[in-house]
């Protein structure tokens, strides 16, 4: 199994230029989830997916989208990048979200994005 | 104040020694509470979860201290594949299941 995977693995973009970062997971994995990842800001919660077809707001989901058409995919879309939003960006899955319970969150390596 | 407080460290520590994180939270109502590794320019992965009576695996052992609302991480007979951040992620209650890493700490094993 190839676990979560992420594509691409580095990109440049330019002020106002848009893209769309894929995460694949092969593990049969209901919830999915996307983070960006600063120095001193830990990781924190774009958007997340409970399921396919469904789609959540995090903590920072302003000038993102995202989409899950598919169980194993889930892709996350920068309309107009701004250099704010020069991160390394974190997909993962995990089985159910359990009240009771916490399910391993698995995450792919990782997209390192700078925006000029 | 920070939902999840770490210090960013570095902690450099010589092979063999032991040495602890601390871990402290605000939030009363948090239920569950983990420890994920993370290496230089890596992803996070699950080391340990941290049990209310206490947890050990192998060189590792998690504390939890409701009252002092902190948790810990205890690393003994440190190796160099032991340097690495280490992140601290909280999970509360409500209808949100909200998970909140911490911003890690940075261990370092010196030869």
């Known amino acids: 199994n190839a676990g979560v995977t992420q594509t691409p693995k580095f990109r440049v973009l330019k002020t106002g230029q848009s893209m769309t970062l894929l995460c694949a997971q092969d593990?049969?994995?209901?919830?999915m989830y996307w983070y960006r990842q600063d120095p001193g800001m830990g990781l924190r919660l774009i958007h997340y997916?409970?399921?396919?077809?469904?789609?959540a707001k995090g903590e920072v989901p302003d000038g993102y989208n995202v989409s899950r058409l598919k169980k194993q995919n889930f892709l996350l879309g920068l309309e107009s990048a701004a250099p704010s939003q020069t991160s390394v960006y974190f997909c993962?899955?995990?089985?159910?979200?359990?009240?009771?319970?916490?399910?391993?969150?698995?995450f792919g390596p990782g997209t390192r994005l700078t925006v000029l | 104040r920070k939902e999840v407080e770490q210090d960013p460290g570095p902690f450099n520590v010589p092979e063999g020694a032991t040495v602890a994180f601390n871990c402290t939270y605000s939030?009363?109502?948090?239920?569950?509470f983990f420890w994920y590794r993370q290496d230089c320019r890596k992803e996070p992965k699950l080391l340990m979860s941290?049990?209310?009576s206490g947890n050990e695996d192998g060189r590792f052992t998690a504390q939890l201290n409701r009252a002092s609302q902190y948790i810990s991480l205890l690393i003994r007979d440190s190796k160099l594949s032991d340097s690495a951040t280490y992140l601290c992620?909280?999970?509360?209650?409500?209808?949100?299941?909200?998970?909140?890493f911490g911003t890690g700490t940075k261990l370092q094993v010196i030869p």
């Open positions: 993962a899955s995990s089985y159910s979200w359990g009240r009771s319970s916490y399910n391993e969150q698995f």
């Open positions: 593990m049969n994995h209901e919830y």
């Open positions: 997916s409970v399921g396919e077809g469904t789609t």
């Open positions: 939030n009363s109502a948090s239920q569950s």
């Open positions: 941290v049990y209310s």
């Open positions: 992620v909280v999970k509360s209650s409500g209808g949100y299941q909200k998970v909140t």
